[in-house]
Each structure stands twice: as C-alpha cells, then as structure tokens.
C-alpha cells in the first residue's frame, strides 16, 4: 500500500495539473470505487460537477481535492493498487479505469482514477473546522507536518503497553507510515520491532522520529518507492527509493552496517525485516 512519500508525490503532481479547474463531468465505471460515499454514484458526481477544484492536501495516506465555496472535499485513498493519473482527452482507457472526471476549459486533459484491486475508492465528505475531511479527523499529523508534535508523540509512545513497530502503524499517533518506512527507519535506529515503548527514552524516540523523517525525505526525493506497475505517479512514472532500501526485502542479503544476513519475520499479517545483530530482540520480561 502506498506510504506517505508515494501519496505526498501524486498529491504534488494533482496541485500541479488538476488545482484552480473546474469539473464539467464525472463518469463512475464502477460502484465500488464510490463505496465510502454512501449516497452512490449519482450523488458523487452532481457535487463534484460544476465545482472548481482547489490545490490537493494530504494527511499521513489520505489525500483530498477541496471543493471551492462548498465546505466539502473529495478524499482519496489509493488502497493497493490506486492510482490518480492526468491523461489526454485521446488516451485509449485503461483496463481498470473506474473513475473519469473531465473539466470545463481546454487544457486537454482529464483526471482518472485506476484500481485494478478496488480496494481503493474516491467520496465527498464536509469538511471540519481544520479543513479534514470529516472521515479522517481521527488521523494523527505526519512526521513531515510543520504543527507535527514530537514531544506528544514521546509521551503517548511511553504511555502505550504496546511495542514500537505497532506504535509506528498506529494512524492515530502518527499517520504516513506503513510497513516500508518502519523497517527502514528502525534499522536506522537499531531497534528492534518488537521493543516495547515504554523502553524508549526521549533521545531514543527522537532518533526514531528523526530517521523516519529521513528516510521519507530521501524516498520522496526520488518519487516514493515502486516494487510493480501498481503505484505510479499522475503522470504514470514509477519511483525508485526501492533501489536504496536498507531492510525491506532484503532476507538473507549482507546488511549494509554490519554483513550479518538480513532476517525476515511474519508480523501481524505483514513482514518485519531487520538485521539479527544491529536490532536484537527484547529481553524477556523475569518470568516469562
């Protein structure tokens, strides 16, 4: 599923070619990419059309085209496979195209959403008082956020009986991170997935954070990471942060600190890569 880099590139390629336009029409190819607005197809496409679209945001994965003058906004989430391209008018379709949106003016070009899986989709929800969506007021700030809070974040990491992987994926403490970025940024740290939070000093959650950063940074410099054709950008490119990944998908690879071979470990439906000897695991708790 796209992270925060990935959303944050096509969120950076919609303010470029789709901000200040206005929507003429807008098809629905198939229900389910319309599922989370309840009123249905029909609805979805009478408020967006003949409403001008304003410069995409984004929030941790989820990123929303404001409706100007109507205190609403459509929110995207790409899911596994989603993607927003900018097309000409002429482009043949493409297989699993959903969701077209043309404009009123003659730039030539119109907005699709693809989704081979459909797990992904587009609604219309109004907006709070801070400009959310109403759908994802609960998503917590993102490390790359100016008004991100990181002397919160340590207290509500140390206040959790949880461990710090878990933490990293909880949208509610910090949103934009996913299984890549964890990896990646705890094999920066050292730290084990399985750590429990409530070990973490305050220089060592500030490490963490910092890594995480970078490494969302050194992704976004190069367009987020791509491992198939799924995640594109709007104009179709993929990424390549994959080509500089420390941990994720390395099993049995020299890690590139310390030679010992990368390990992989089922975690929570998911993989955790780390090095066995840079990110030793916890000791048990006495009596366990």
Not at 61 to 90: A, E, F, R
Not at 175 to 185: C, F, L
Request: glycine residues 8%.
């Amino acid at each position: 599923m796209p992270e925060l880099p990935e959303v944050e590139v096509v969120r950076r390629g919609l303010a470029t070619w789709v901000a200040g336009r206005t929507v003429a029409e807008v098809r629905v190819l198939h229900p389910r990419s319309v599922r989370r607005h309840p009123a249905g197809a029909a609805d979805f496409a009478a408020r967006l059309t003949g409403r001008t679209v304003a410069e995409a945001r984004r929030r941790g994965k989820y990123l929303w085209l404001p409706l100007q003058g109507t205190g609403s906004s459509v929110l995207g989430h790409l899911g596994m496979s989603g993607q927003l391209l900018v097309q000409p008018l002429d482009a043949p379709d493409e297989k699993h195209l959903r969701i077209r949106v043309r404009f009123g003016d003659t730039l030539g070009t119109e907005l699709r959403f693809v989704d081979q899986r459909t797990f992904g989709g587009l609604s219309v929800h109004d907006d709070t008082t801070e400009g959310l969506p109403d759908a994802i007021a609960h998503i917590a700030r993102d490390p790359l956020d100016p008004l991100f809070d990181d002397d919160a974040f340590h207290t509500a990491l140390r206040a959790r009986r949880t461990t710090v992987k878990r933490a990293l994926l909880d949208q509610s403490l910090v949103s934009g991170v996913g299984n890549i970025y964890a990896d990646e940024a705890l094999w920066r740290s050292r730290l084990h997935y399985d750590r429990p939070t409530a070990t973490l000093t305050r220089p060592r959650s500030a490490e963490l954070l910092g890594h995480v950063r970078q490494v969302m940074a050194e992704a976004l410099a190069v367009g987020g990471t791509s491992f198939d054709s799924l995640y594109v950008n709007v104009n179709g490119q993929s990424g390549y942060f994959d080509r500089s990944l420390d941990a994720y998908g390395r099993e049995d690879e020299p890690c590139r600190r310390c030679g010992t071979p990368m390990r992989r470990r089922a975690w929570m439906n998911r993989s955790s890569y780390f090095c066995p000897r840079c990110q030793r695991p916890p000791r048990p708790a006495p009596g366990a």
